[in-house]
């Protein structure tokens, strides 16, 4: 016999009751805030779609790093967009590239915040595909063999944390090779293992001027209706040396963490994208939502779902929200 002798609101009473059965706390340690990277200096040019980010030069990158770091934050998420693009992606080898450039220059001011780089070809090809071309196809073996001196590149620079974000088969492990046979077996990878041919893309397409120039990415990014799928990739990344396993986009696919979480003891990341973001800011400046409470709830829901750390561009507000 349930009511009434069970009644479910007596812990709702007050916020001191809900504050003591809570089961989610999002932390300012949960975040990793993503920046865009461009050539050049003192540049900052916010993105049209993503309200109060910016396409940052390497100089002021550093200087967002700074106030990153001040408000808390443990890590970054490092985007490059290269002056010049061609069909292999070259300018993302370059020691003296955009992203090796902002590496150095952020370790100079803020030594203490974790440079995560983003590993993929997208940003840095002609094409916007996330690998070489075969033809009209991406060819799988060959791609590996430069994200791995991609990945090699960043760590010279001073990279914490590889990211890879290409969905090519095989590249964990081949990153992972790569980084211990140049003496980096101390840096850990961050797959973005279950990494779905997503909608809400958008934003950072036009951010990173990454939109591929024919076709889509569905070809190696996975099919959105699939989750069993997903637990069979995260399984191959975590077999070829992925240290952290990422879910991505988060909220569509929150199921996707959750079961993850279940099947795998190895720390969960989770991408808060930048359609996620940019429909809040959009909903708000609208007036129809409250972005701090909805902002917080959608993150919230990732942590409870079951992930560890949460890529967000709300990073920076979500750090003052809860401080
Ligand atoms: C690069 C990459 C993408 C994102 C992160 N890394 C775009 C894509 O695959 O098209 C998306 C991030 C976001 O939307 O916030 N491959």
Redo the contacts with the bound molecule.
Sequence with gaps: MAFPTHRMRRLRRNSALRSLVRETTLDVDDFIM?LFVCEGSRIRREIAAMPRNFHLSPDLAAEECREIRDLGIPAVIL?GIPEKKDATGSSALDPNGVIQQAIRKIKAVAPDLLIIT?V?L??YTSHGH?GILKEQEVDNDRTLEILTAMSVSHAEAGADLLAP???MDGRIGAIRRGLDDAGFSHLAIMA?AA?YA?G??????E??D???SFGD?SSY?MDPPNAREALREIELDLQEGADIVMV??ALAYLDVICRARDRFDAPIAA???????SMVKAAAQSGWIDEKRVALEILTSIKRAGADMI?T?FAKDAARWLS
């Design positions: 993503p985007f983003d993929c997208c940003e996330c974000s290409d969905m973005y990494k997503s809400f893309y958008g934003p950072f397409r951010a990173a990454s939109a591929p990415r990014q991505k986009p991408y808060n994208v930048s359609g996620e973001f890529l561009y």
